[in-house]
DNA sequence: GAAAGTAGTTAGCTACGCTAATTATCGTAT
DNA sequence: ATACGATAATTAGCGTAGCTAACTACTTTC
């Protein structure tokens, strides 16, 4: 591959905004993270939650995959989900081995309100932004979430 | 402070903003945590090890501080970093219970790589936005940053 | 129906987070 | 000068989260 190579002034711009745009994005979460210690769930347990709620009901095995941990990982996280009666478990009738989760009436519950404080938290920092930035920052999430899904 | 503006359509938009933007960063930042486990770091020690390199020298209670976490914890996270030569201790000639930590060159230069790595991963993923694109995110992260200042 | 493969669990380790209690030092007030 | 309260850090002990290796229980394939 010929290292495309546009300008120098290019390739100083998008290592500029690569660096700060990742600190950025981790000074943020940061910020946030104080929020969830209100929901009693863990970080990890959240996640998953939010696979289950969102995404719908998965296999142990595709949750692991979702949430980038191994399987005996996974098992655990369910485990004490379960527990809890935020996650039920489903076994299924074609295949014995596998089981799908699912976010329980109360997990889903639970799992909106810590979302919700954390947007209110992040929503009380961004209030003194006016209408112009707040369309910048708008145009820029988009261009985060195509800069996930763009090949690695 | 009068609580300015709260029509119906700012307050839609900055709920939608402060939602995305949440997503957003969730997103980008778990595609990069896989660069991370090359590092032989923990993302713990990594963290602590950056404020070590890019913000000075800094006892173990200011660290806590700084990374939100209790204390214990912190001595065990400068201990793990000890062992591995990344971070020296000095004690402070004027107080006898602080002593103050330092990054070596050993563990700056692997914080600088382990960091290049992951700018280097959302580099990549950025390579495909035109120039007014990384504008509008350059100045997304400037808004950002000023949003984590903002009083909570 | 035996062998190979897949989903999930168990066991056992390290690391990270916490609180409570302890040690050592500092500052101050008597 | 000493004694007392405050502060910095560590130790002890607990629960959760991550891993690998080894196991069980099914499915698929030949």
Redesign the interface.
Known sequence: MPK?RASPE?ST??????????????????????EDTLSGLTAPRMSVLSVLVFAGPRTLGELAAAE?VRRPTMTRLIQGLEKDSLVRRQADPTDGRVSRMHATAKGRALLLEGRAR????????????S?R????????????????Q???
Chains 1, 2 share one sequence.
Do not use: F, Y
């Open positions: 495309s290019r711009q998008v290592d500029r905004v690569a660096n700060r745009l990742h600190s950025a994005a981790i000074h943020l979460l940061r910020g946030l993270r104080v980038q954390r947007v209110a938290a992040l929503r009380k920092r961004l209030e003194g932004l209408p930035d707040l369309d910048t920052l708008d145009r820029a999430t988009e261009l985060m979430e195509r800069a996930v763009a090949p690695a």
